[in-house]
């Protein structure tokens, strides 16, 4: 791209998809978006989104501007510090942020292109419709979503590691869980660091926004395979058969 070139606008799934068309007026505005959490009590998301627009939840998801990732995986680290944080004298300090526990997972193809794969906090949650265990007296199965910032969370007491919901998110949506290869209990959901994800604010190339409100719960639910493909079909000419490594 030559000095005199414009540089590209934002790219995300939600543009590849669809879903949402990502201008950079539209892209500015749903970054600023903020609105307070609700509370989800015994009758769920999907109740409480039945009720009027000031009752409904607020829906936060992170998105990823492909046209700045360079896949450099600096949100990998910065996800396991902050989440996998260890003590040292008795005083808690982030981890060493081994980029393996990371709820965010850079995706690496050939065509190059890059694709980071985080929890797309979608609103019908299949994954925690998979969950077989018995809805408790507050309505949550062993999968169930945070009721301040909507986010999936499993109660390890009450999960049976069957992969349901693993399974329930790699066909239907983005392949975000991965069962723990000692329990097979479900990991890697994006916790959105309580309301200030690092991989965001800690992005070199601000590639990562994260999207609060505006969407309504909204997503992508493309797998990494197929967000390459579109990518590689843009970048560099289609591939043979869809073809990518």
């Known amino acids: 791209m030559s000095a005199s070139e414009p540089s590209p606008g934002p790219l995300t799934a939600l543009d590849l998809r669809g879903g949402v068309r990502a201008d950079r007026r539209t892209f500015i505005r749903l970054a600023a ?3 307070a959490g609700l509370a989800v009590g015994h009758c769920g998301v999907r109740a409480l989104w039945a009720q009027g627009p000031a009752q409904r939840p607020v829906y ?16 990998e680290t910065a996800c396991a510090q902050f989440n996998h944080p260890v003590t040292v004298d008795g005083e808690e300090l982030r981890g060493l942020g081994n980029p393996y526990l990371s709820n965010i997972r850079v995706h690496a193809f050939n065509p190059d ?28 199965r062993a999968l169930y979503r ?13 999960c049976i590691a069957c992969g349901a919901c693993a399974e329930a998110c790699r066909t239907q949506r983005v392949g975000a869980i991965i069962p723990n290869r000692e329990t097979n209990r479900p990991e890697r959901m994006c916790t959105l660091c309580g309301g200030d994800p690092q991989c965001v604010a800690l992005c070199p190339y601000g590639a ?19 967000i390459a493909v579109e990518l ?10 869809g073809d990518v490594r």
């Open 113 to 140: 292109a890059d694709v980071p794969v985080v929890c797309v906090m979608c609103r019908d949650n299949p994954c925690v419709a998979a969950c077989p265990v018995e809805p408790d007296a507050e309505g949550r």
């Open 208 to 226: 990562l926004s994260y999207i609060k409100g505006g969407l309504d719960g909204r997503h992508y639910a493309l797998p990494p395979e197929r």
């Open 232 to 241: 590689i079909a843009r970048w560099y000419g289609p591939t043979q058969g």
């Open 33 to 35: 978006w903020s609105g």
């Open 60 to 75: 936060a998801m992170i998105l990823v501007d492909y046209n700045r990732c360079t896949g450099c995986r600096t949100c």
């Open 146 to 158: 945070d009721p301040e910032l909507l986010t999936v969370r499993n109660d390890p007491s009450r």
